[in-house]
């Protein structure tokens, strides 16, 4: 056989041969690791999959108010594999338009937040109590938040963060319950299961509530570096 007929790749050449893989390669092959990798990949799908359906499920609820005066549907941003995930209350203008939680002002305050502890959308995930806009952006009402919150617990649990970022009473009422506020519950750990999985929870204010009263930023900040110190306990590491 000639060579022009027989090009060979300087550092690996595959040969399939029945259903075998031959692998000639300048490095060991580590067929466990390959194995492993092959196990993640498969579940990386399978998390990206389902939570395509529950954001089907959330687009197909009928009869409901908030969906019927909305634009658009925000179900989330960020990185589905992150050990951190935030949740707000619920879209704003911005939000309704473009369809991704936290992109008006309260938003770019969030980055910046994020941004002082060294995260950044690449490695938190965000969503929200109600996965639509309410009228003039009204607090959701109890029905309403009733109403979501399966999905917000089926939410959290295919994302299976190990730091659960509350932002604002919405949030702490709905996950933790209404007998305490959120200037008492802020930055304070609680261990609670939400759905099968077991979160260490904290709770802060609201970005679009520290541009009201810019005086507490000092208590956010306080929270955010509570959040660096777990951070550091679990062992939660990011490249970017």
Do not use: C
């Given at each position: 056989m000639k060579k022009s007929n027989f090009k060979i790749n300087r550092t690996k050449l595959y040969h399939k041969l029945i259903n075998n893989k031959l692998?000639?390669?300048?490095?060991?092959?580590?067929?466990?690791k390959k194995d492993i990798n092959q196990t993640l990949t498969n579940g990386s799908k399978d998390k990206l999959s389902r939570l395509a359906e529950l954001k089907v499920k959330i687009n197909s609820i009928k009869n409901c108010e908030l969906k019927k005066s909305a634009t658009n549907l925000v179900f989330s941003d960020?990185?589905?594999f992150a050990k951190i995930m935030i949740i707000g209350e619920g879209p704003g203008a911005n939000e309704d338009k473009e369809g991704k939680p936290?992109?008006?002002?309260?938003?770019?305050?969030?980055?910046?937040?994020?941004?002082?502890?060294?995260?950044?959308?690449?490695?938190?995930?965000?969503?929200?109590?109600?996965?639509?806009?309410?009228?003039?952006?009204?607090?959701?009402?109890?029905?309403?938040?009733?109403?979501?919150?399966?999905?917000?617990?089926?939410?959290?649990?295919?994302?299976?963060?190990?730091?659960?970022?509350?932002?604002?009473?919405?949030?702490?009422n709905a996950l933790i319950g209404n007998e305490v506020v959120i200037s008492k519950a802020r930055g304070k750990w609680v261990s609670k299961k939400i759905g099968n999985v077991n979160p260490d929870i904290i709770a802060s204010f609201h970005p679009a509530f520290l541009m009201r009263?810019?005086?507490?930023?000092?208590?956010?900040?306080?929270?955010?570096?509570?959040?660096?110190?777990?951070?550091?306990?679990?062992?939660?590491?990011?490249?970017?």
């Open positions: 692998v000639y390669d300048n490095k060991s092959l580590n067929r466990y960020g990185n589905p936290f992109v008006g002002r309260a938003g770019k305050l969030l980055d910046k937040m994020l941004d002082a502890i060294k995260l950044n959308r690449k490695n938190v995930y965000i969503s929200n109590v109600v996965n639509f806009r309410p009228p003039l952006n009204r607090r959701p009402t109890d029905e309403e938040i009733k109403r979501y919150l399966p999905f917000l617990i089926k939410h959290v649990e295919l994302v299976n963060p190990k730091i659960l970022l509350l932002l604002g009473s919405t949030a702490l009263q810019p005086d507490q930023k000092k208590y956010a900040w306080e929270d955010l570096k509570m959040i660096k110190k777990k951070m550091s306990e679990l062992k939660i590491k990011f490249n970017g």
